[in-house]
């Protein structure tokens, strides 16, 4: 099992370009959760996604930013006409679903969004 | 609202020494409590949860209620504990977590 796969791991963009994450949940695993680091601050929850639905996305920016989990297919976070306060890391995180699911929540290395 | 405050960005020990990782929250409701670490060139990783009470790679943390606090403590530093160590809250429910900045924990030898 390779874990919870992101790509890329560094992504450029200029302003007013969009940026599309990619989080490839573990095996088996049908929840997947996005946070947002930015400099020196700890991981901010955006969004939590089960295959084809949006349970939670009360930290999620009400404009430009997106969120889908297909059914087939990684997870997907959208950000559309970047801006340079977009520049941070961007986690993935999955779990297996159940009643213990929400503390078991598997980290991938995250990609960090570079607005120039 | 939901906070986690983690006062120390940097804590610098000497190998053999006690560590103390400070952890405070603000939360009303019925608090599940964490701690995560990253090791240099790896992945954020839960290192233990309040409600097993384990202790993990000679770590634990005591949740007190009543100073809302959850500090992570070992006794004797080794220098692979060097890391960075993230607190984080669950909410109810369990699907919105709150991390803390993060606490980098230096072990000198």
């Known amino acids: 099992n390779a874990g919870v796969m992101q790509n890329p791991r560094h992504l450029v963009r200029r302003r007013g370009q969009e940026a599309r994450l990619r989080c490839s949940p573990m095996?088996?695993?049908?929840?997947v959760y996005w946070y947002r680091q930015l400099p020196e601050e700890g991981l901010k929850f955006m969004v939590y996604?089960?295959?084809?639905?949006?349970?939670?996305e009360s930290g999620m920016p009400k404009e430009r930013f997106s969120a889908e989990f297909p059914k087939e297919g990684p997870s997907i976070l959208r950000i559309q006409q970047v801006v340079r306060g977009d520049s941070a890391a961007y986690f993935c995180?999955?779990?297996?679903?159940?009643?213990?699911?929400?503390?078991?929540?598997?980290f991938g290395p995250g990609t960090r969004l570079t607005v120039t | 609202a939901q906070r986690v405050t983690q006062p120390e960005k940097l804590l610098s020990v000497f190998k053999g020494a006690p560590v103390e990782l400070k952890c405070n929250y603000s939360?009303?409701?019925?608090?599940?409590l964490f701690w995560y670490v990253q090791y240099s060139r790896q992945r954020l990783q839960l290192l233990l949860r309040h409600i097993s009470r384990e202790s993990i790679k000679g770590f634990t943390a005591d949740l007190n209620k009543g100073e809302t606090s959850f500090h992570l403590k070992k006794p004797f530093a080794q220098e692979e504990d060097s890391a960075m160590y993230y607190c984080a809250l669950s909410l109810a429910g369990g699907f919105k977590t709150i991390f803390g900045a993060g606490t980098r924990l230096f072990v000198k030898a």
């Open positions: 996604l089960q295959k084809e639905n949006i349970i939670d």
């Open positions: 095996k088996g695993h049908s929840h």
């Open positions: 939360y009303s409701g019925s608090p599940e």
């Open positions: 995180a999955s779990s297996p679903g159940g009643a213990a699911s929400p503390y078991e929540q598997y």
